[in-house]
């Protein structure tokens, strides 16, 4: 039994370090009133190797939000697909959760507290 909590345990630890939230990212480059941006933390891979999490390419900003490329900038990840949210529509989300590709970029972090 003792080995089915251990697996059970690496199952929900695995779970929790893939389900994204708010993270730091530096901006590479910017498209109108999107950006792609490069997160900042590392992730790590089932056997605990980190690793440097993909692009977040086309990330939209909120109004007055206009990130410069090398700016490091706060980003919020939403619930659910938010791909038709976006042009203002109603819809049944996707199953995916918290998925890097629903992120939005939601302010520019002042260079003092860096």
């Known amino acids: 039994m003792a080995d089915l909590n251990g697996v059970v345990d ?3 630890r695995q779970a929790m370090l893939a389900m994204h939230t708010l993270f730091l990212a530096r901006v590479v480059r910017t498209e109108g009133r999107r950006a792609t941006v490069q997160p900042l933390t590392l992730a790590k891979d089932a056997h605990g190797a980190p690793y440097t999490q993909p692009l977040v390419a086309g990330a939209p ?8 490329p090398g700016e490091v900038v706060l980003c919020a990840v939403c619930e659910r697909d938010i791909s038709r949210a976006l042009r203002g529509e109603l819809s049944l989300p996707a199953a995916r959760h ?3 590709s629903d992120t939005v ?7 003092a507290g860096l």
Do not use: N
């Not at 900003?61 to 410069?68: E, F, I, S």
């Not at 970029?105 to 260079?111: A, K, L, Q, S």
């Open 105 to 111: 970029i939601v302010g520019v972090m002042d260079d």
């Open 61 to 68: 900003c909120v109004r007055g939000v206009r990130p410069q």
């Open 98 to 100: 918290h998925d890097l």
């Open 10 to 12: 690496a199952r929900v």
